[in-house]
């Protein structure tokens, strides 16, 4: 099936030396939209805060803690990976909860089919 074209300008692949360079002025002249809405910056920044579902907070962690993220990260940004840090131990602890949920109830039936199996039969005569 072929896809619909969308667009019929055409772009030039260029290197950044090709780039126009950017001005103070450019950076003055940019404004801040949601959408195709101008909005004030204090607003953008709301809504990209709500986009992201990240909330700025203050921690205090050890120096080398700070120092090994750092070194890992690189041009990353070492906050970025103590989030993805964090998230993976918080999903890790769900799933050795889910663990333990599925272990205890197949327990459960494993101990119900063992007491059918061990209580007294009648005997056959025989």
Known sequence: MAMKQTSTTKISATSEDEA????????????FRIGKQK??????QTAV???????RISIML???????????AGERG???????????AVEGEQFVQ??????????????????RDNSPREKSPR
């Open 98 to 115: 889910d663990m333990r949920n599925a272990i205890r109830e197949e327990l459960a039936e494993y101990k119900v089919s063992k007491r």
């Open 49 to 55: 805060r709500a986009r992201v579902a990240k909330q």
């Open 62 to 72: 050890d120096a080398p803690i700070i120092a090994r993220y750092k070194a890992i």
């Open 39 to 44: 909005v004030s910056r204090s607003e953008w």
């Open 20 to 31: 126009p360079a950017l001005s103070q002025a450019n950076f003055d002249r940019a404004g």
């Open 78 to 88: 070492y906050q970025t990976l103590i989030n993805d840090t964090l998230r993976r």
